[in-house]
């Protein structure tokens, strides 16, 4: 299976691994250096050679960084993994700090008094580092670019990925790279531009119609690519990954190039060059500046393009997740068969796994399922491992949050399951997450709000009782790519307005530490709303996902005439969407489970 339940870091080999660093950081002179989890891509998702992060600490999360100083080594982490990190690290070597709330140049302040930090200019943005760099300013502290003294301590880090590059076929694409590469062209040539760095590998993927393997569960290759103001483009990565037919259909005006070439080829470009601030690594515009050529900041091209999906996308995200939805249907109906106590947490995931393997269809999973029962639903991005794994035991709740990496589309689901009686409080926290979802999903709004004017929406339910959630309510999902993409989300920080084809999660939660997780997810696209009213300009959403939700956890009564009627009109969807493609027996059960609250 795709799957593994391993545990990929033991938290009793950070205290020597912690010294050992220490002891090189001394060597060379500095206090303190920062290990984030990522690459020299910038992507959140990152292979096997690049988990810095996890090696050093034991921390497994998707994002977070460490920052070691002489007496202490802070691992900052987001309210996703602040469960999560206390079972993963030395807490006797290493302290959990609470970010964003805590600022890492704060931090840093209150807990050195004296010396240079290093930092691998390769592994953080331009902005990451100007915002650490003005905390420190008049402190006597000073940001150094070093080589990674990491990778310096680590003797047997993994070789880089070699996957395999294949071509993304134009008819599901819905456009070609020509065009693309000519409508990106024009906008360099009317910012008066010679050329975009492109660092973001969904963005070369998109942007050249590539897809690869070079990461786990997200079909993307590693390279940077110079985009020019002619619409030619340059491809560093590793030539061993591309077959003759991938080559040729890249064309004439794309030219690949080993990745080795990428820095001397930055030195010969003729500004303006564009950079992205925010995404493309600081050492970008440090070779830029040395070899004296002219950076401006600037987005990357392909970012907004990009997660503005075309009709052809939509299209391809549309089916991908009714067959999706009909392995979820098939697998809740397995799961509802089988007699408590019965199951694991590991077994939930592999008969998952099979549901959506006998579509015939699946190119891998697009995320590792979460399957936690119980007190394991509460840690938000909970991996089951066979050290981990629970039994799902009697009377409590399930959360399952899982998705598909199809080649139409990318699918990202999430169902809290009944298993047995979990009690009236379970059932009421549910169905206040069940009506944030609802409100998302009946929201009109005017043209040009963003994902921070929506996000409370969600919150609401839960805010009327001194509730919430420490997560983002949504975040954007890719096309066949990766299922967390920018710039859009839905989140109280996230201020890039929604635009028609931009593709979301809608993923509100609840969670108590040491008892239960509650978790509901649909996947969104914004749409051009009809007129009503005064005829006002407004965008909606369309939802994608379409299974049931588990009416034994709805609490009828808190539900409002509204929210009743769209829950029901929703289960009918279900129905009439995924019958014809249902097993006789899984027929039976969504017409059951469809019935009207």
């Not at 009236?424 to 709004?445: H, M, N, P």
């Not at 509901?520 to 300009?537: C, M």
Request: hydrophobic share 45%; aromatic share 8%.
């Amino acid at each position: 299976m795709f799957q593994t339940f391993d545990s990929p870091a033991n938290p009793a080999q950070g205290p020597a691994r912690l010294a050992a660093l220490r002891a090189k950081l001394a060597a060379e002179g500095l206090a303190g250096f920062i290990i984030p989890r990522s690459d020299v891509h910038q992507g959140e998702y990152v292979a096997a050679r690049d988990e810095r992060l996890q090696w050093l600490t034991g921390f497994t999360g998707s994002a977070g960084f460490c920052i070691v100083l002489p007496d202490v080594a802070g691992v900052f982490i987001d309210g996703r993994y602040r469960t999560q990190v206390k079972g993963q690290v030395d807490l006797a070597h290493y302290t959990p700090v609470p970010w964003p709330e805590v600022k890492p140049g704060d931090w840093i302040r209150d807990h050195l008094a004296a010396g240079a930090v290093g930092f691998d200019p390769w592994l953080h943005s331009a902005d990451e580092v100007a915002r650490i760099e003005a905390a420190l300013e008049g402190a006597g502290l000073d940001l150094r670019p070093v080589a990674n003294m990491v990778d310096a301590i680590w003797p047997d880090q993994p070789p880089a990925p070699m996957g395999r590059a294949f071509a993304h076929p134009e008819a599901i694409a819905g456009e070609s790279s020509a065009a693309k590469r000519a409508r990106l062209a024009e906008g360099l040539r009317k910012a008066g531009q010679t050329a975009a760095v492109i660092t973001l590998p969904d963005s070369l993927c998109w942007l050249l119609n590539l897809r690869g393997a070079d990461v786990p569960r997200n079909p993307i290759l590693h390279g940077f690519a110079i985009l020019h103001d002619d619409a030619r483009v340059t491809l560093f990565a590793e030539g061993a990954k591309f077959d003759e037919a991938t080559l040729a259909t890249l064309g004439p005006h794309v030219t690949l190039r080993p990745p080795a070439a990428f820095v001397p080829a930055l030195h010969t470009l003729q500004g303006p060059v564009r950079v992205d601030k925010g995404t493309a690594p600081i050492a970008v515009r440090l070779e830029l500046e040395d070899a004296g050529v002219a950076a401006v900041w600037g987005d990357d091209p392909c970012r907004l393009p990009k997660a503005k999906k075309n009709a052809a996308e939509i299209a391809g995200m549309r089916e991908a997740h009714l067959r999706d939805g009909a392995a979820m249907v098939e697998f809740l109906c397995w799961l509802d068969a089988q007699p408590q106590g019965s199951l694991t947490e590991i077994s939930v995931v592999r008969s998952l796994e099979g549901f959506r393997r006998a579509t015939n269809a699946l190119h891998d999973i697009s995320f590792d399922t979460i399957s936690g029962s119980g007190p394991n639903g509460a840690i938000m991005h909970y991996r089951v491992t066979e050290e981990s794994n629970r039994a799902v035991g009697r009377d409590e709740l399930l959360l399952v949050d899982s998705g598909a990496q199809y080649l139409d589309g990318t699918t990202d689901i999430t169902r809290t399951i009944a298993m047995g009686d979990p009690g009236d409080f379970a059932r009421a926290c549910y169905t206040r997450v069940l009506r944030g979802l609802v409100a998302i999903s009946r929201a009109r709004w005017p043209r040009g709000l963003s994902g921070r004017d929506l996000d409370p929406l969600a919150r609401f339910p839960l805010w009327v009782e001194g509730m919430d959630f420490d997560h983002g309510t949504g975040h954007g999902v890719g096309a066949f790519l990766s299922v967390h993409e920018g710039p859009q989300r839905l989140s109280r920080i996230n201020e890039v307005p929604f635009e028609p084809g931009m593709i979301l999660s809608n993923e509100p939660g609840y969670y108590r530490e040491g008892e239960f997780g509650i978790r509901l997810e649909n996947l969104i696209v914004v749409e051009e709303a009809a007129k009503k009213g005064d005829g006002r300009d407004q965008l909606a959403f369309e939802t994608l996902t379409f299974v049931p939700f588990d009416r034994r956890l709805v609490v009828s009564a808190m539900l409002s005439g509204e929210e009743r009627d769209w829950l029901n009109a929703y289960h009918a969807e279900v129905l009439e969407k995924l019958g014809a493609r249902l097993s006789a027996k899984a027929l039976e059960w969504c017409r059951a489970a469809c019935a009207e609250v």
